[in-house]
């Protein structure tokens, strides 16, 4: 069984930084793409970032220059480091890793249980 737990949400004034874990356990073979998601009241999932087994990147426009995603395939761990926050980046925060897992017949996304991220203005 996989799962996938994040920390490091909270309440935070604009222009603040918080740093978001997320670490994967359980029978894994190998992990692919780790990413960060994100979802506010009344808005749809949204994807902020992405990040390869190899370490390439992708950010969604509006994080740019800000958040920082970063992982540790030792720890099965994946990171967001967000800076320079604003009212906007408030949400629930959800990592979600495609793995392989243990027995396992091909790539699957696993989704943890969301952190909520809280920006004061």
């Known amino acids: 069984q996989v799962q996938l737990v994040e920390s490091g949400g909270g309440l935070v004034q604009a222009g603040g930084s918080l740093r978001l874990s997320c670490a994967a356990s359980?029978?894994?073979?190998?992990?692919?793409?780790m990413s960060w998601y994100r979802q506010a009241p009344g808005k749809q999932r949204e994807l902020v970032a992405t990040?390869?087994?190899?370490?390439?990147?992708n950010y969604r426009d509006s994080v740019k220059g800000r958040f920082t995603i970063s992982r540790d395939n030792a720890k099965n761990t994946v990171y967001l480091q967000m800076n320079s926050l604003k009212a906007d980046d408030t949400a629930v925060y959800y990592c979600?890793?495609?793995?392989?897992?243990?027995?396992?017949?091909?790539?699957?996304?696993?989704w943890g249980q969301g952190t909520q991220v809280t920006v004061s203005s």
């Open positions: 359980g029978s894994i073979f190998s992990i692919n793409a």
């Open positions: 990040i390869s087994r190899d370490g390439s990147t």
């Open positions: 979600k890793a495609n793995l392989w897992s243990v027995p396992g017949t091909n790539w699957m996304d696993y």
